[in-house]
C-alpha cells in the first residue's frame, strides 16, 4: 500500500498572494526605472499571467502588445535586465513585510513536518524571490523546511510544462502517487497533473474561474478553524479547513481510485 511520502508546493498564489500587488507592483516600477511608458494595469496582469515566467512574460509583452520602445539592440539583453530590475523591486516589496503567507500555509506546513512528511518547492519564480519570502515569513532557516526548491530557470520549460515536477520527484526519489502537489492556477495545475501529481488546489482572485477539472478538491484558501475555506469543487466532508489529515484523506481517495 502506497503511503503519501512528500508534499510539493508552488509558490505564487500558492504560499502567498504575490502577484497583484507584488510581482505586478515590481514589473511597473522597473518600467519607470528605464523610462519605459508602460503600466500593466491589474486587468492586464490577469492576461500576461497566462505565461509563467517574469521574462517570459515581458518577451510576451513585447511580441504581442508592441509596446511604444525604441527596438532594443539585443532583446535579450534588455529582457534580462528589465528582469533584473523588476526582481530587486519585488525582493524590497518582500523585505517590506507587504506579502505574508496565505491562510492555513504555515500550519499546514509545521501539521507536515511534525509528521516526518518531506516538504518540497515547484515553482517557475526566480529562487531569490521564493527565498526571500520564505525567510521573511519563515525566519532564517526556512529553507531548511524544504528537501527541494525547484525554482525558476532550473528548468529549460516553464509550466504548464511538467519539467520542475518531474525535476522535483527525480530529486526526491519518488513516484508522483507517492506525492501531493499544491497549486493555484490553471497552468501549475496543467503542468503538476502532466506530472501524473494528484493535487490540491488553492485559487486567488485571478484564477477562481479557471478549470480545474481533475483536482482532488478545489478551495478559496487552505484556511483556519476560525477562518473556514469555502469548497469551490470537490467534496470534503464535514472538514472547515485543510488539515494534513484531510488532504491525506483526498490523497488516500485519489490513489486507491487510480491503484
Ligand atoms: C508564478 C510565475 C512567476 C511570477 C513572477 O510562479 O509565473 O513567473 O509571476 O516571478 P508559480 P518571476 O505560480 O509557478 O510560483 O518574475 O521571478 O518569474
Ligand atoms: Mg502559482
Redesign the pocket.
Known sequence: MNDLKALIF?????LANTEKQGHRVAFNRAFRDLGLDWEWSVELYGQLLDVAGGKERIRHYLDHFHPSVSQPLDTEQFVVDLHRRKTHHFLSLLKSGGIPLRSGVKRLLVEARDAGLSLSIA??ATLENVTSLLETNMGKTALDWFDVVAAGDVVAHKKPSPDVYLYVLDHLGLRPEQCLAF???F??FSASRAANLPTIITVNEYTRWQAFDGALVVLDRMGEAKRPFTVLQGDVGNARHLTLDLARRLWRRSTQRNA
Open positions: 508552488d509558490v505564487d498564489g500558492t515553482t517557475t497549486e493555484d492556477s497552468n501549475g
